[in-house]
């Protein structure tokens, strides 16, 4: 009998992330940090709102690219938040998540040989989608001295003939690192200058701390017509659980995105598509009350990070750290085995999200402070008898 599966599917290694959560699910005492999800409830009134549309049985289709009214209110919100403009009849999808979104860019743009250029450590669906649509994913090994940014001469070092897109992922899974207007602008202009779109994935474009402020690419000179941002609802409002994201992007872009997700999932749901017309209109303060308790979470692993001599730049997006464990002479993979052995506490091991990820951890704060608490007692523990040998 011949091999019924695709040699490029098989290739493909499955989510490191995995590993762990498998093993956490039958351990009930276990704590988990490993998860990339609010710990919110979605907020009241845009639950309502979706109950509503149940109530007066608006379960129908949608069109394949989503409620009109939903792309409209997407594209006020970008041109009130970030000042930049999209046609909402014409340049915005919404899709089965911000995944969706990246998996339909990539589809529509790549042809085979085509080269993608993809900063890591970074989300775990990027290589894997490239390779998916029949491009080559060329990965760049950010340094955790430059905060995990992407610098201008790393850029230029990977760019070949083949070039076609960058990623660019921030405020960053796993780091939490973000990239400034300042950082964005000579990226932007090599892009340019070489003929290169980008892909901007902003699904945690509302968390940022301090004083930073989330800049999209597209927003700059002559970069709209050259970007595609992949954005959605999951982490901002906390509806991981609706599935629901969008992409914007040049009308050429778009439409053929959209083609792939016509014949693909026919359209996002509908019940969350009315959910999130009241989130993206509504939702601005319930966005503040859930980033003003992770700042809250963020200051305080930081602190405790530094108590116990654990070296962690400041990240001032999403809901990640990501601590150095090199001097412990292990590998990221087994320390958290032993760490999720020995204490009942799970993180992901940084090479989840790239080979450059060795040495470094990623902890989510997307959980309550008494959690991180206790989770933090179990790492210093764990720690200790470690230094202590």
Known sequence: ???????????????????????????PEAISLGVGEPDFDTPWHIREEGIYSLEKGK????????????????CKWYKRKYNVDYDYKKEALITVGGSEGIDLAFRAMLDPGDEVIIPEPCYVSYVPCVELAGGVP?????????????????????????????????PSNPTGAIMTKEDLEPI?????????????????????????QHCTIGSLPGMKERTIIINGFSKAYAMTGWRLGYALAPKIIAEQMTKVHQFAIMCAPTTSQYAAISA???GDKDIERMKTSYDQRRHFLMKTFEEMGLPCFEPLGAFYMFPCIKEFGMTSDEFATRLL?????????????????????????AYSIDELREAMKRLGNFIGRLRDK
């Open 1 to 27: 009998m011949r091999n019924p599966l695709s040699q490029t599917i098989t290739n493909i290694k499955p989510s490191g992330i995995r590993k762990f959560f498998d093993i956490v699910s039958e351990m």
């Open 341 to 365: 052995q020995e204490e009942e506490l799970a993180v992901v091991p940084g090479t989840a999200f790239g080979d450059c990820g060795e040495g470094f951890l990623r902890i989510s704060y």
């Open 138 to 170: 060329v990965t760049i090994a950010l340094k955790n001295e430059n905060q995990f940014r992407l610098t201008p001469e790393e850029l230029l070092g990977a760019i070949t003939d083949k070039t076609k897109i960058l990623i660019l992922a921030y």
């Open 280 to 282: 993206i209109k509504d």
């Open 59 to 74: 379960t129908f289709y949608t069109s394949n690219s989503g409620l009109l009214e939903l792309r409209e209110e997407i």
């Open 188 to 212: 932007a202009k090599i892009c340019q200058e070489k003929d290169i779109f980008v892909i901007s994935d902003e699904i945690y474009s509302e968390l940022t701390y301090g004083e930073a």
